[in-house]
């Protein structure tokens, strides 16, 4: 299937990316001010700024209660932007429309981002969140099932990398994990996946743009070939929780996806691969207003409480 006619209008529009290393504090300005109106903001019952005091120091993050209830099942959220972009603004509708359709209270996590700090700042911060969680259930409401991690992209390798991070740790109160087109393998030889070619150009995020958007955070000391990093390179996959892994048909990062999706499933994990045709990267953030692709938020609510109600 061709890109949705929409999403093709506006990557006619985008200009050429200027000439020049990346520079993140100008890509960071031109993000926050394209982020809606608080009065334009899906509304909620309640959302409310916290500080979670970790080990590693504090990190802030948005709490967003769909309704009054007296209970809920908590989805911890790690947004997007390669490690050195997005923040808890940036990412703001779409924790809303995951709190709103999945009826969880959602934590999302402004963790401290490459290159102003080093690997693994930005994972320990999602990591810490995902512990004070746990622990704070009482004070947050939770009801005790479901404790859910997502992300997208360098959130969905956050996610990953948690889960994993957890299971090693014997932190077993991970429920669920959802990645929407995760980055799971930070070694960007075009020929590993198909995808990388065969999505490589005109989609907005292109093969080419791989390599120096996440430099920041390969130079800060992330190792590609480490499995916290790279998620699809750990050996043992069995264990770890069940799994929706979203995917872009146009989108470099594809196969990589869902050869996880299906390695996971081969590890006897229950994990669900979902291609959303005619979509490219990033189409939860930027696209969800086109119908089709609001879609995704119904699906996690489906994913999360069908299995609550075991």
């Not at 590693?56 to 009054?68: F, K, L, M, S």
């Not at 996806?257 to 390695?263: A, C, D, I, P």
């Amino acid at each position: 299937m061709t890109i949705h006619p929409e999403i093709g209008k506006i990557l006619a529009t985008l200009p050429a990316p200027p000439p020049g290393p990346l520079n993140p504090a100008a890509m960071r300005a031109g993000e926050a001010a394209q982020v809606a109106l608080p009065a334009d903001r899906l509304p909620l019952h309640a959302v409310e700024e916290a500080t979670v005091v970790t080990p590693h120091g504090e990190v802030p993050v948005r709490i967003y209660t769909p309704v009054e209830a007296d209970a809920y099942g908590l989805l911890v959220y790690f947004h997007g932007g390669a490690f050195f972009l997005g923040s808890l603004d940036t990412h703001d509708h779409v924790a809303r429309a995951l709190a709103k359709e999945s009826g969880h209270k959602v934590i999302s996590v402004g963790y401290r981002l490459a290159p102003e700090h080093a690997f693994p700042a930005g994972l320990d911060d999602c990591y810490a969140v995902v512990r004070w969680a746990a622990e704070q259930g009482e004070s947050l409401g939770w009801d005790g099932k479901n404790l859910a991690i997502a992300g997208d992209s360098s959130g969905g390798t956050f996610a990953a990398a948690v889960a994993a991070k957890a299971h090693d740790d014997g932190f077993e109160k991970i429920t669920h994990q959802i990645l929407f087109y995760p980055s799971l393998d930070l070694d960007f030889d075009v020929d590993r996946y198909a995808s990388l070619r065969e999505n490589a150009e005109g989609y907005g995020l292109e093969t080419a743009g791989l390599a120096p958007f996440n430099s920041f955070y390969l130079d800060s000391g992330a190792d590609p070939a480490d499995p916290l990093v790279s998620p699809i390179k750990r050996g043992d996959l069995t264990g770890l929780p069940p799994a929706l892994v979203i995917t872009a048909e146009h989108d470099p990062l594809r196969d990589e996806g869902e050869l996880y999706g299906q390695r996971l499933k081969e590890a006897g994990v229950d994990a669900r691969i979902s291609r959303y045709s005619g979509a490219n990267h990033g189409f939860v953030q930027n696209f969800s207003w086109i119908p089709d692709f609001y879609r995704p938020f119904h699906e996690v609510a489906g994913f999360l409480n069908a299995r609550a109600a075991k």
